[in-house]
């Protein structure tokens, strides 16, 4: 696997591995201090955040910044704040009252460490961290209008026009015989549930570099196709994968009758369309005009990851 002739495979995981240590500092920077009387939700928070991950979104958001020319330090506080966002709606999905799972990234979840009720808090602290940490931006740079653009994304996008409407979506349709998961309806909940943040994150990063209204849209309907692979892969794993490498309970799906990318269309097709739908987001991307070998071979990574 290389990329134009610049970069092979062991380069590529590198680089990435690289661009996650930054993140991970990054992240530092902005999470609370463990002290004074509320300390256990501080200290619930933060096992959440660090307790590892991909830190896809703030990698996408910081590629298709640079991608559009951005070079600034305006995008760490949205970068740090899309990965408190995709944490606290980790720590709420691992909650009894959703699917209720004990390992999260190889490590006990933040409900089974800290209790039901502070997984709950810590979820909500971390939503509320995340805007606070976004708001920071402002004032950075003369261009505050553009960083208003990007909180009404980020906003928009992890609320009930997003993440939180898909998961309300996928809840309804588990609890009652009356509203069963239809195809239609599956796609509508990965668009929001796992689509809405990746679309963020790529939205923020061509937004606040400048990029135009029509990139923009561009950039969403890219990333669209890349949260759904993304997702159609999580369910190819929860299949086929083991603990020891996802790093979470697998065969879960099953165990809470859940209906998945899988159940409809079978293992081998959902493999082949995480490669069609993956190879449509590289050549949306392409077709932006900008080059970024490192953003298409990260497409390329995501949807044949093994965890």
Do not use: W
């Amino acid at each position: 696997m290389s990329l134009n002739g610049n970069l092979n495979k062991s380069q590529f995981m590198e680089e990435l591995q690289r661009k996650v240590e930054h993140i991970n500092n990054l992240l530092e920077k902005f999470l609370p201090a463990e002290e004074g009387q509320q300390r256990i939700i501080f200290e619930a928070m933060n096992y959440s955040v660090r307790a590892g991950g991909k830190r896809l979104r703030p990698i996408l958001m910081e590629e298709t910044y640079h991608m559009f020319g951005g070079s600034s330090a305006v995008i760490e506080p949205f970068m740090a704040a899309i990965e408190m966002i995709h944490t606290y709606s980790l720590v709420h999905d691992d909650l009894p009252a959703m699917d209720n799972d004990e390992y999260r990234r190889g490590k006990k979840t933040t409900h089974a460490v800290y209790g039901e009720a502070m997984g709950i808090l810590a979820g909500d602290a971390l939503l509320n961290l995340a805007y606070e940490t976004a708001a920071k931006a402002f004032g950075m740079e003369v261009a505050d209008a553009r960083v208003a653009r990007a909180f009404a994304v980020l906003a928009k996008k992890a609320g009930v026009y997003g993440m939180v409407g898909g998961q309300v979506v996928d809840v309804e349709s588990e609890k009652s015989d009356d509203c069963p998961v239809t195809r239609e309806k599956l796609d509508f909940i990965y668009r929001l549930k796992t689509g809405a943040l990746i679309e963020s994150s790529m939205m923020i990063g061509a937004i606040l570099a400048g990029a135009s209204s029509d990139e923009v849209s561009r950039v969403e309907q890219i990333a669209a196709k890349l949260g759904l692979a993304f997702q159609i892969q999580d369910d190819v794993l929860d299949v086929t994968s083991t603990l020891e490498v996802l790093g979470k309970p697998v065969g879960s799906d099953e165990k809470n009758n859940k209906a998945t990318y899988v159940t409809f269309e079978g293992l081998d097709k959902a493999v082949s369309d995480v490669e069609r739908i993956s190879k449509e987001a590289e050549e949306l991307l392409d077709d932006l005009g900008y080059d970024d070998a490192f953003l298409k071979e990260l497409f390329e990574y995501l949807i044949h990851r093994e965890k």
